[in-house]
């Protein structure tokens, strides 16, 4: 019984596999991706604000340097902390730490690229 449902579990991953890399290439994302999408944000925002805050020459909206490269951190960091740790393993005081991040986000959006 036993090696039946392995049998089964492996034919299961194999359909799995196939049908999100189609669904992949033909639509750009997976429903895989759906399943956890704060993640697959997560991971897409990520790397580019590392960048951003990299190659950044000048401050394009109106937020003073010293508060731009704090927001810019905080936002790092919440994404950094969804990617890498579950939010049910987080403490109190990192999980208003993430929010605070997410909100900065969500309130500077704008103003993080355009000079508004």
């Given amino acids: 019984m036993l090696e039946k449902i392995i049998h089964l579990s492996f034919f ?17 994302f997976s429903d895989r991706d759906l399943w956890s999408l704060d993640v697959t944000i997560s991971k897409f925002c990520l ?3 590392k960048r951003y ?4 020459k000048e401050i394009i909206s109106n937020i003073p340097q010293e508060n731009f490269d704090e927001i810019l951190d905080k936002i ?23 929010e605070e991040g997410l909100i900065l986000f969500v309130n500077n959006f704008y103003k993080i690229w355009r000079k508004l």
Avoid: A
């Fill in 76 to 98: 790092i960091y919440s994404f950094d902390k969804i990617i890498n740790q579950f939010e049910l393993d987080m403490n109190k005081k990192e999980y208003n730490k993430t």
């Fill in 47 to 49: 790397p580019r604000l």
């Fill in 12 to 28: 299961i991953k194999i359909k799995r596999f196939f049908l999100f890399n189609f669904q992949k290439m033909t639509r750009g």
């Fill in 53 to 56: 805050k990299e190659i950044k």
